[in-house]
């Protein structure tokens, strides 16, 4: 296999481009060489459409599967939080590299000052409704406002508006040396399942790829995002839904915090598990079915399903 090219199915976006080339580097380590294969996404074509309009998790990810499973590339690289719980058939994501900063972060246009000020109305950018939602439900009295593009791009509305700053992700910026940018570490928000991850896709087939990439599998950060999107796909929650989900291992054991929101903001529901690492494995169902034991849950999900007809 070492002495085959493996092609690396990517976005073009310079985010893309850095997560493609980190998953060659750790190949190339270990003496395979790569060629990197970019992809245009719906995501990327359609920019003037809000993400959860585009029909949310999928819109980034299904041309680089359909690429894997043509045969026209052997992997693709994805952000992880951004491949539906749902995987296409013949598909698997092969390898999870250790975990970035899941934390999102906010950056301002000139100071993040006015978010002490209770009585400040200000305008906040995001494509999120899990982000839009937990941050109303923090400052109601703010507006949001749709964003879309890459990180770039997304830096350069927020100087071109009149809007207050925006909401990304810390690993996104850090990882292409943007982190300056950042006015704070939203440390309150819960993130998206998986945030922070970098998943590779291959096919169910190929056992020389799944080797290859076996020196890049973070088991840790596997196990987490596992149970995060777990409690995802139970909840039925796509890239569209206000609901978070974050697990990490303390001391041999996985702490889990799980949220769901109204759209407004308005009605929150949050989760707490504190589990042993040997008895975790239905840890994201548990923690899904005991929020669904609550009326007000099901209340919010039926709401969140009407408001998106």
């Known amino acids: 296999m070492a002495s085959k090219t493996i092609r690396i199915g990517t976005r073009d976006s310079i985010l893309a481009t850095w997560q493609a080339e ?11 060489t790569t060629e990197l294969v970019f992809i245009k996404t719906e995501g990327d074509q359609v920019l003037d459409t809000p993400l959860p309009m585009l029909g949310g998790k999928g819109v980034f990810t299904k041309a680089l599967d359909e690429a894997v499973l043509n045969k026209e590339v052997d992997i693709a690289v994805h952000s992880f939080k951004d491949i539906p719980t749902a995987m296409p058939e013949g598909l698997e994501v092969t390898a999870v590299l250790k975990r970035d900063d899941p934390r999102d972060v906010f950056v301002a246009r000139t100071t993040d000052a006015f978010l002490q000020d209770e009585s400040y109305e200000a305008v906040i950018a995001t494509s999120s409704h899990r982000r839009g939602g937990q941050w109303l439900s923090r400052y109601p009295r703010h507006s949001l406002t749709d964003i879309r593009g890459n990180v770039h791009t997304r830096l350069r509305k ?7 700053g925006a909401i990304f992700a810390a690993a996104g910026l850090k990882r292409v040396g943007l ?24 096919r169910q087939d190929k056992p020389d790829i799944h080797r290859a990439l076996s020196s890049l599998h973070h088991a840790e950060t596997a196990l987490c995002t596992r149970i995060e999107r777990r409690f995802l796909q139970v909840l039925e929650g796509g890239c569209s839904a206000p609901l978070g989900a974050f697990a990490q291992v303390l ?7 799980g949220i769901l929101t109204s759209l407004s903001g308005s009605q929150r529901e949050e989760i707490s598990l504190n589990i042993p690492v040997e008895r975790c494995a239905s840890m994201g169902d548990r ?23």
């Open 179 to 202: 982190d300056a940018n950042i006015a704070c570490y939203l440390e309150w928000m819960i993130p998206a399942p998986a945030q922070g991850a970098v998943a590779v896709m291959a």
């Open 251 to 257: 001391e041999d054991v996985v702490v889990f915090k």
């Open 158 to 164: 927020i100087n071109e508006n009149s809007w207050d």
């Open 287 to 309: 923690a899904a079915e005991s929020l669904m034991e609550r009326d007000s849950v099901m209340h919010i999900l039926t709401e969140i399903r009407r408001e998106m007809k």
């Open 22 to 32: 980190h998953v060659a580097a750790g190949l190339q380590k270990n003496g395979y």
